[in-house]
């Protein structure tokens, strides 16, 4: 993990808990101490790790966990009082938050750490899988578009079209959906 985003109303803990992060070497580390500031810093920034040290001055920061867990790959912590462990924890848990309950000590947290960088890590290459079979799917999608045209105006059998592509990738050192491209740039005027 390259960057941490600690929410604590508590200077001390947030200290305590950037030190701990230095050590596990997280190189951005950024403390604020509200939820509203939260909100905005997230409009412009990602962060890999997000901690959350319950009550916030504005709020209690289960919502702003949930938020964060929905829209973001990052990995969220979220540090509650030990009686508010098990009902918070129930709640959140089924979106990918990691609750940790008060008080904790430097074992504990830095084996939830270690937990939440594995976690991360497995995200990222999901979330990678994902953008490449996506890419995938449009270069299928802009392939296929391609052929049809080719079927369409040159009177090509779908066999032929998808060799005529091939053969003209091969030739040009181009890929596939580059050929299709300019297929579809050429028949579009």
Partial sequence: MNSALIISNSEKIAACLAEILAQASVINITTISNGGEARRMLIENDFDLYIINTPLPDE?????????ASRETGIVILIVKAELFEEVSDRVEDHGVITIAKPISRSLFWNALKLAAATQK????????????????????????AKCVLISHLSLTEAEAH?????RAMDTRMTRRKVAEEILKTYRD
């Fill in 163 to 167: 060799r005529y592509i091939e053969k």
């Fill in 60 to 68: 209690f920061g289960e919502s702003l966990a949930l938020n964060i």
């Fill in 122 to 145: 497995k995200i990222k290459a999901i979330h990678d899988e994902n953008l490449k079979l996506a890419q995938k799917i449009d270069d299928i999608r802009i392939i296929d578009r």
